[in-house]
């Protein structure tokens, strides 16, 4: 039988902290991969794969995803570069969006979709940043009095006159008068004659 002093001597005992496993690197390494793995999700395609594969069958690996959504903190989002991926992370926590990115029309469906939001991104954002300018009310405008300074329109007798010049009588015509318009730069394209 063995003595007390045998039984109380705690030497042969591992203690916790010896057996605690340390990162060499300090989890830099574990940082990567999940990152990694974490901004892959933000592919269509690679949650297609994934569930071709059966790998959202698998209690573990749903254990993972949601073990990963530790990365929605801002403490780590500042690191994530694809945005989309958080969004199909949260997507992914149903078992029935998991189920449908099985089919191939999904896939395609949602990355036709997340086509459309980067192709737009920028107008749909710009138009919830800058400020609308408030519109400027609409005075009322005065009535126009007749103004002394038009020069007095010719009589018909001197607009029917001989002695006009054709330039003369041209530059007196309204500018939107038929007459007026060939000279004013509209249509001078020389037509073929047809024999």
Same mark, same amino acid.
């Given at each position: ?8 001597? &705690?030497?042969? +005992? %591992?203690?916790?902290? /010896?057996? &605690? ?14 990152? *990694? ?7 269509? &395609?690679? +949650? !297609? ?7 959202? =069958? ?5 254990? @993972?995803? /949601?073990?990963? $959504?530790?990365?929605?903190? %801002? *403490?780590? +989002?500042?690191? +994530? ?5 958080? @969004?199909?992370? =949260? ?16 896939? =395609?469906?949602? !990355?036709? $979709? $997340? ?5 737009? @991104?920028?107008?749909? #954002? ?5 400020? #609308?300018?408030?519109? =400027?009310?609409?005075?009322?405008? %005065? ?5 002394? &300074? ?15 010049? %054709?330039? $003369? ?18 249509? #001078? ?7």
């Amino acid at each position: 039988m063995a003595s007390p002093e045998e039984i109380d001597d &705690t030497s042969e +005992i %591992p203690s916790p902290t /010896k057996n &605690t496993y340390k990162d060499p690197d300090g989890g830099r390494q574990r940082f990567l991969l999940e990152l *990694e793995f974490i901004q892959c999700l933000a592919n269509p &395609t690679y +949650i !297609h794969y994934l569930a071709q594969n059966r790998y959202f =069958e698998d209690e573990a690996f749903i254990g @993972y995803l /949601k073990y990963l $959504q530790y990365w929605q903190r %801002p *403490e780590y +989002i500042k690191f +994530i570069m694809y945005p989309h991926c958080l @969004y199909f992370l =949260e997507l992914l926590q149903n078992p029935n969006f998991r189920s449908a990115m099985a089919h191939p029309a999904n896939k =395609e469906l949602a !990355h036709r $979709q $997340q086509f459309y939001y980067w192709k737009n @991104y920028r107008n749909n #954002r710009l138009k919830h940043i800058l400020p #609308r300018p408030l519109p =400027e009310p609409i005075a009322p405008q %005065p009535p126009a009095a007749p103004s002394a &300074t038009l020069p007095p329109a010719p009589s018909v007798s001197v607009a029917l006159s001989p002695s006009l010049s %054709p330039m $003369q009588y041209n530059n007196m015509l309204s500018k939107n008068e038929p007459r007026n318009m060939a000279s004013a730069g509209i249509d #001078r394209r020389k037509r073929k004659k047809v024999p």
